[in-house]
């Protein structure tokens, strides 16, 4: 079945790094765009970064910008999210989800599957 | 960046009520909007996008409306199971920005 598995979280001391990754099955990863998106503890949910299907596209938010990378290997069906000088304010529930769109128009995109996520803490 | 407001932000309610969700854009997003669900500790669920097609398998007594800046997610007749919180997410520019949520309580 169509499943995303986030994996990488931990605890980690302020201004360090981590990599989450998050490992895709049962659908056709190369073909869709891909997101991270984090929940703070007992917050709503903050998108944090999008690749397009082949990578040519990226943005991030701007509490991220300059911090975070996103990247995919599609050989691997998996995603990435690169995150160095980490902060406090980076505690959270990392998500990845889908990106996809209306057929057959490609006009209006919507995340349809997540992973179950995997928690980040940034605390010395 | 496109701000998005929900109200309210907590909701109390009974079984077999009908509610009512509202979901303010800070700037035209056409019908590029889509609601979540969330029970705690679960990820989020997609139950409506393009602010009105219901995603497959999602309960009929769940839909939107709406376009612009104003949207609604109606659910007609409370279950047990609704009780959650609830999510609006624009796609509109290329960084989606959610709404602070709605968490839906029993009366």
């Known amino acids: 079945q169509v499943q995303l598995v986030e994996s990488g979280g931990g605890v980690v001391q302020p201004g360090r790094s981590l990599r989450l990754s998050c490992a895709a099955s049962g659908f056709t990863f190369s073909s869709y765009g891909m997101h991270w998106v984090r929940q703070a503890p007992g917050k709503g949910l903050e998108w944090v970064a999008v690749i397009w299907y082949d990578g040519s596209n990226k943005y991030y938010a701007d509490s991220v910008k300059g911090r975070f990378t996103i990247s995919r290997d599609n050989s691997k069906n998996t995603l990435y999210l690169q995150m160095n000088s980490l902060r406090a304010e980076d505690t959270a529930v990392y998500y990845c989800?889908?990106?996809?769109?209306?057929?057959?128009?490609?006009?209006?995109?919507?995340?349809?599957?997540w992973g179950k996520g995997t928690t980040v803490t940034v605390s010395s | 960046d496109i701000q998005m407001t929900q109200s309210p932000s907590s909701l109390s309610a009974s079984v077999g009520d009908r509610v009512t969700i509202t979901c303010r854009a800070s700037q035209s997003i056409s019908s590029y909007l889509n609601w979540y669900q969330q029970k705690p500790g679960k990820a989020p669920k997609l139950l409506i996008y393009a602010a009105s097609s219901l995603q497959s398998g999602v309960p009929s007594r769940f839909s939107g409306s709406g376009s612009g800046t104003d949207f609604t997610l109606t659910i007609s007749s409370l279950q047990p199971e609704d009780f959650a919180t609830y999510y609006c997410q624009q796609s509109y520019s290329s960084g989606p920005t959610f709404g602070q949520g709605t968490k839906l309580e029993i009366k």
């Open positions: 989800a889908r990106r996809s769109v209306t057929p057959p128009s490609g006009y209006y995109y919507y995340m349809d599957v």
